[in-house]
């Protein structure tokens, strides 16, 4: 247990639907990420959120669309996906306290299925 | 984040150390190494971090070369469930705390 919860944590959904993916952090971190990985690759970062504000956006195709709406909550919100989207996102949460930084707590993930 | 190479894979005996190598020779001196594990299909696991002195927590301990182009991760007593991917990753600050996993070592733990 991490402090950091993903739900769902296992997603089917078909390349018209739409869906979001959300994670909390219980940590009282003020920095979130988003990352994507897919089957036999290394993690990939999509997005960085620090103070709710989003700092980062890892050339993510548009259908992918983050928010944070506070500190403790961060959403993915997914639309008509492809299936080479399909992959394993992580959520993970840091202090931005400067060097505590790249001290980041993952949650779960959820393992995403476009058919 | 500064270039890393490790091992792609590595064997370990149950209740023996585990030593994981990681070169990092473009390393510079405000940079420090942190190491990361993910066991299979969860989330990374962050394990420690140390700039040039060798650091210890209830997890490992970490050991870094004095000219610091290199460090050893150390699980003392490995046990089955260390059995992970464990990446060691020299961040370089960009304003954001953006970590770069690359393909880390697949450590296996056997009885």
């Known amino acids: 247990e991490t402090g950091v919860t993903q739900t769902p944590r296992h997603l089917v959904m078909g390349m018209t639907n739409k869906k979001s993916l959300k994670c909390e952090q219980h940590?009282?971190?003020?920095?979130m990420y988003w990352y994507k990985q897919s089957a036999k690759k290394p993690l990939e970062l999509m997005f960085v959120y620090s103070l709710e504000e989003r700092v980062e956006n890892n050339s993510v195709p548009s259908r992918f669309s983050p928010e944070c709406p506070n500190s403790s909550h961060l959403f993915l919100h997914l639309h008509t996906l492809q299936p080479e989207d399909s992959a394993l996102y992580l959520c993970?949460?840091?202090?931005?306290?400067?060097?505590?930084?790249?001290?980041?707590?993952f949650g779960p993930g959820t393992r995403l299925t476009v058919t | 984040d500064a270039k890393t190479t490790q091992p792609t894979s590595m064997d370990c005996a149950e209740g023996r150390a585990a030593n994981l190598p990681c070169n990092h020779s473009t390393i510079s001196g405000n940079e420090y190494v942190y190491w990361y594990r993910q066991i299979h299909s969860q989330g990374p696991q962050y394990i420690i971090h140390?700039?040039?002195n060798n650091e210890t927590n209830e997890m490992a301990s970490l050991i870094i070369t004095e000219d610091r182009k290199s460090s050893t991760l150390i699980l003392p007593h490995a046990t089955l469930r260390d059995t992970a991917v464990y990446y060691c990753?020299?961040?370089?600050?960009?304003?954001?705390?953006?970590?770069?996993f690359g393909k880390g070592t697949m450590l296996l733990v056997s009885p």
């Open positions: 140390g700039l040039k």
């Open positions: 990753i020299v961040p370089r600050f960009s304003g954001y705390s953006t970590l770069t």
């Open positions: 993970a949460s840091s202090q931005k306290t400067g060097l505590r930084d790249y001290e980041q707590y």
């Open positions: 940590l009282g971190h003020n920095a």
